[in-house]
């Protein structure tokens, strides 16, 4: 099932009930704003099917800042590590943005998404890891159950840095790994800007950072952002 279609106006069916039923589960808001890659980005290539989608520029971890947050999940001023996997829309740097939180999220996309942190989010030191971390995200949430970088929905075509075949090994490896471990999944919705994904430690933030991603997995109409804003494919 792919999900990156989610916000455009035909999505499928099993999307939109998995839509729905994390909505029951929402909780409070977070504002957040974006500030930077951290520990680096590296430039890549990207296709998507569905939605239809090219994008070449920067891949890797966000660095974001919780501000006045409604939910007390989040510290205020406490700093968000976050990840894009909204092909649909985008974000700026220097700007903040309101989310609803989601808790509660299960299914095949989290589970796999859960063992990606479990297994690997401590490899994620380096521009390269950054962008293969990235990478691997996007093939979970908007590609096929094969998790092929190189086919299917969603495609990596080129990176720098080895990203891709560092993610496409990361990938292979989740059919083994095992979804236990210190992370947990929460999403953080938007129809305004991309989609997040946060994970935490037992329900709690890490020591001076959650980790938070951006997805495509909320309702609403596809649209762009103006020219200045960091594409929905970071």
């Known amino acids: 099932m792919q999900f ?4 455009t106006v035909s999505v499928a069916l099993g999307s939109v009930a998995l839509a729905c039923a994390a909505m029951s589960v929402q909780a409070e808001q977070v504002k957040v704003h974006f500030d930077n890659f951290t520990p680096g ?3 890549v ?3 998507s099917l569905s939605p239809a989608v090219t994008y070449g520029g920067r891949a890797g971890q966000f660095q974001t ?3 006045n947050p409604m939910d007390s999940t989040f510290a205020n001023g406490s700093t968000l ?7 649909v829309q985008g974000v700026s740097f220097g700007t903040s943005y309101v989310y609803d939180v989601v808790r509660g999220l ?5 589970d796999n ?8 989010y401590a490899d994620v030191t380096t521009a390269a890891t950054s962008a293969a971390m990235q990478l691997a995200i996007w093939e979970i949430v908007g590609g096929d159950t094969t998790l092929n970088l190189s086919a299917g929905n969603f495609k990596a075509n080129s990176a720098g840095g080895g990203a891709i075949g560092i993610a496409q090994g990361w990938l292979d490896g989740l059919s083994t790994d095992t979804a236990k471990g210190s992370y947990s999944i929460i999403r953080l919705n938007s129809t305004t800007a991309q989609d997040q994904i946060t994970a935490v430690v037992n329900a709690v933030p890490l020591p001076g950072a959650a980790l938070m ?11 762009r952002k103006a020219t200045g804003s960091e594409p929905a494919a970071a």
């Open 4 to 7: 990156f279609s989610m916000k």
């Open 41 to 43: 980005y590296e430039n």
């Open 45 to 47: 290539n990207i296709t």
């Open 65 to 67: 800042t919780v501000v």
């Open 81 to 87: 590590l976050t990840w894009c996997v909204d092909l």
């Open 106 to 110: 299960t299914g095949t996309v989290y």
């Open 113 to 120: 998404l859960t063992k990606l942190f479990n297994n690997h």
């Open 213 to 223: 991603f951006l997805s495509a997995l909320g309702l609403g109409l596809a649209r």
